[in-house]
Every structure is written in structure tokens, then in C-alpha cells.
């Protein structure tokens, strides 16, 4: 069907269009989640939060499952070394993640305002948690994960839990929860009226600059501060996949070639940086739909800038540079891979349609009205 070389692409390529996805709509569902208590001030406002994002964030999480599966099938060696290093991380994600179905359903049960608020309380840390651990994983794959390649391929993790928590790596992971943050006040902006739409206004107002701002003090971290992975070695770009056979190297601006040899890649940092602006302006102007298409092409250029400046690394070791795991090296076979396409070409599009479909049709804001109509099967 395609040579190896182009299936290697096309699986990069897809991996990160489902970890967009996963960011644009679980975005904004997590956000509302963190900001429930924050802007939420009454039972019937964080009724309608919720309700506003109850039709869909359960298929939101499809494409954080089908990220983690196509890891899983295309990247395997990826998929291993990471849960060597990040297992307490990954499983504190988990446990977060079981307080947001649970919260959900089991809120309403009874009418004890204690009850709700500690239902509440468990979805918040069930959607808080999640980005800035998310933030803080992608924070140390830029500084490269302490671990190495034995000769039979297999890894050896060396760091630490708390090792993860660095200051670079919690940067990030505040700019993830912003983020996150920003995409549920706008998809609340859309969705809801009256004193709750003028908070998430407000709320839009606040974080946009502030994502804005920690956006560019990454980036000068990463090009000032941290040294990025290089290939200096001839790469067999379909061969078979051993990271053992290559030669890396750490240099100070690294990160940045990608960006030197083709400039139009710059297009990414300057949507990560310029959109959040854009939502801002969008909200000062009650555009509710604009603004939250802006933030949601925000999550868009701000992964494809860590996409690009990474590639062709998926984990970098720290440990040892040439053992670090690329696109060209940590893939499943030809033919694994050339029969994931083909399931991937049928079933994305049909995942993409209902999805759509889905959105169009529950489409409406969440008010008084909307809980009044809805009371026996609402949230």
C-alpha cells in the first residue's frame, strides 16, 4: 500500500491529529469541569455547566482512548518506555479521570446540598488533574526522559515521580490547565446566558493573556534554556527499527531546527501565541462562537508547535541521547502498520461523522428553560 517511510509519516501524523482532538473537545468538557466551582455559584448554574457539555464528553474521551491505542499499536516501544517512567503520573490521571463519571451521575441522587458539593469537588479533581499532568509529560519529554536501551530493546526508567514536578515541566503543565481553562469559558460562552455566560466572559478575559504570556516564557525556555536533540548520524528512514543504531547529540537551540530548515513550520508557535489574543477580542465582543473557535485553533497550534519541534523524537533519554526513541526507529512493522491504515481510513471518517452529527444536533444553550423541560433526564 505505501513504503515504510511514508506509513512512519503518516502515523506521526495521525497520532498527533488524535491527541488534537483529544485537547480541542475533551478541552473544553475538562475546562467546564475546573471551572464548576469557581464561576458555578448556585445548584441550577452548576447544573447548567454541566448539562451544557453532558451529550458529549463521553465521546470526547474516544479520542483520548484511540490516542493511547494507536501509541499502543504504531509506537510500541513508546508506549512501553512511558509507562516504565510515568506510571505513578499515568495512574494518578487514571484515578482523577473516575471521579468525573461518577461526579456526573451521582450528584443529583440526592438532594443534600453536602452531597452535590462533594460530588462537585470530585469533579473538579477529575478535571483539573488531568491537564497538568498531561502539561507536566510533555514538559519532561522536552528535557528528555532518564532512561535507557538495553541490548534485547528493552528500557531502563532511572528518575523518579517527583523528579517529573521540575520547574520547566510545571510551567507547562499550569499552561496545559490554562488552556484547558480557556476552551471551557468560551464553550460556556456558547452555551449558556445570564450571570453564568458574563463569568466565563470574564473568565475568557483573565486566562487568555496569562496563556498567552506563559506560552512565550516556554518558548524562551526552550530555545534559551534547554538543549534540544539532534541526529548526527545517517538515518535509514525505512529500515528496520532499532534506536540503537543511530547517533544523537544535545545542543543549546535544538529544538529550533525544524523551524530553520523549513520556516513555514514557524506558522504553528505564531497560532499558539496570536489566537488566544484573537479570543479575547472575540469574547470583549460577545462573538461566543469566534472566540471559541479561536481557542480551539489555539490547541491546535500549540501541539503541532511541540509536534514540530520535537520531530522526528517521540521520547528523547536524557540518559543517553542515542537511545532516544524517533519516528524513524520506535514504529510497529510494515505490515502492522500498512493494516492500521486501512482501519484507520475507514473508521476515522465514520468516528468524524457521528461526532459532527452529534454537536450539530444537541447544538442550544443550557439555561433556566433547558432544566425546567428537561428535569426527569437532565443532570
Not at 480541542?24 to 447544573?47: A, N, P, W
Not at 506563559?214 to 541526529?231: E, N, P, R, S, T
Request: proline fraction near 5%; aromatic fraction near 16%.
Amino acid at each position: 500500500m505505501f513504503d515504510y517511510e511514508t506509513l512512519r509519516l503518516i502515523w506521526w501524523v495521525l497520532i498527533s491529529v488524535l491527541l488534537i482532538g483529544f485537547v480541542v473537545t475533551d478541552g473544553f468538557d475538562m475546562g467546564v469541569g475546573t471551572l464548576l466551582l469557581v464561576i458555578g455559584k448556585s445548584d441550577d448554574e452548576r447544573r447548567m455547566m454541566i448539562n451544557s457539555i453532558a451529550p458529549h464528553w463521553e465521546g470526547n474521551q474516544v479520542w483520548l482512548v484511540l490516542a493511547a491505542g494507536a501509541i499502543f499499536a504504531a509506537w510500541p516501544a513508546v508506549y512501553a518506555t512511558a509507562f516504565s517512567g510515568f506510571y505513578v503520573a499515568m495512574m494518578l490521571t487514571l484515578f482523577a479521570l473516575f471521579f468525573r463519571p461518577v461526579g456526573f451521575d451521582y450528584r443529583g441522587k440526592i438532594a443534600d446540598p453536602r452531597w452535590k458539593e462533594s460530588w462537585d469537588w470530585g469533579i473538579f479533581v477529575g478535571s483539573t488533574v488531568p491537564p497538568i499532568i498531561f502539561g507536566v509529560a510533555f514538559g519532561n519529554l522536552l528535557q528528555g526522559v532518564p532512561f535507557a536501551l538495553d541490548e534485547f530493546l528493552r528500557a531502563n526508567y532511572q528518575g523518579g515521580f517527583f523528579a517529573l514536578l521540575n520547574p520547566f515541566a510545571l510551567l507547562v503543565g499550569v499552561f496545559t490547565l490554562c488552556l484547558f481553562v480557556l476552551q471551557g469559558s468560551t464553550w460556556l460562552q456558547m452555551k449558556t446566558e445570564g450571570a453564568l455566560y458574563e463569568r466565563a466572559r470574564k473568565v475568557t478575559l483573565i486566562v487568555a493573556p496569562i496563556a498567552t504570556v506563559l506560552f512565550a516564557i516556554a518558548g524562551v525556555w526552550v530555545a534559551k534554556g534547554l538543549d534540544g536533540f539532534v541526529i548526527t548520524s545517517a538515518i535509514n528512514f525505512d529500515g528496520v527499527s532499532n534506536p540503537l543504531v543511530k547517533v544523537v547529540e544535545m545542543q543549546p537551540g535544538g529544538w529550533l531546527q525544524n523551524y530553520s530548515d523549513y520556516p513555514l513550520t514557524m506558522i504553528a508557535p505564531i497560532v499558539g501565541l496570536s489566537f488566544p489574543l484573537i479570543a479575547f477580542v472575540m469574547s470583549l465582543f460577545k462573538r461566543s462562537g469566534l472566540a471559541f473557535f479561536a481557542t480551539s485553533i489555539t490547541q491546535f497550534g500549540v501541539l503541532l508547535t511541540c509536534a514540530v519541534s520535537m520531530f522526528p523524537f517521540i521520547m528523547p533519554s536524557s540518559l543517553n541521547p542515542s537511545h532516544s526513541l524517533t519516528v524513524w526507529d520506535a514504529t510497529s512493522s510494515e505490515i502492522t502498520l500498512n493494516i492500521m491504515t486501512i482501519a484507520a481510513a475507514i473508521f476515522l471518517p465514520i468516528i468524524l461523522l457521528y461526532t459532527s452529527f452529534g454537536y450539530i444536533k444537541m447544538f442550544g444553550r443550557v439555561g433556566k428553560e433547558f432544566l425546567a423541560k428537561y428535569k426527569h433526564s437532565a443532570y
